[in-house]
C-alpha cells in the first residue's frame, strides 16, 4: 500500500525537482517517521533504521525520484520536436554571471557529475542511457541509509 500510493504521492513531479542534501533530508525524515508509525516505533525505542526498513520493506524515496529524474532526462532530450521543457534545460544565460559564493545547484548537475558534459548527446542512445540508469542510482545507494 505504501510503495503504490504513498511514495507516488511525495514523489509527484519529482522528476522536475533541483534536488539538494536538504531536501534529500527532509524527504528521509518524513519517510522514517511514516515506517515508525506503520510498526507502531517511537524514537524513544531506539530501533535502527536499517532494522525498521527490512520489517516495512518500503522502497526508499530518494531512489524513486532519482529514477524518475534519469528516465525523464532521457526522455526529454530525446524529443525532436522544440519545446520549451527542452529549451530551458539547454538554456544559458548571455549576459548575467552567477554570483559569487557557493552556487546553486541545478536540476542537471548531479546528472553532469555522474555522466559528464555529455549526457544530452548520450541520451539520445536508448540502450547507452538505460544501461546507465543503474550506476546512476547506485550512488544514492548508500547514502540513503
Partial sequence: MYNQCVIPTMAYGAETWTTTKQLEQKLLVAQRAMERRMLNITIRDKVKNSKIRTQTQVKDIILKIKE??????GHLMRRGDN??????????????KRGRGRQKRRWRDDITTYIGNTWTRLSMYRETWKNHEEGYIQQWMKTAW
Fill in 68 to 73: 524518475a529524474k534519469w528516465r525523464w532526462a
Fill in 83 to 96: 519545446r520549451w521543457t527542452k529549451r530551458l534545460t539547454e538554456w544559458q544565460p548571455r549576459y548575467r
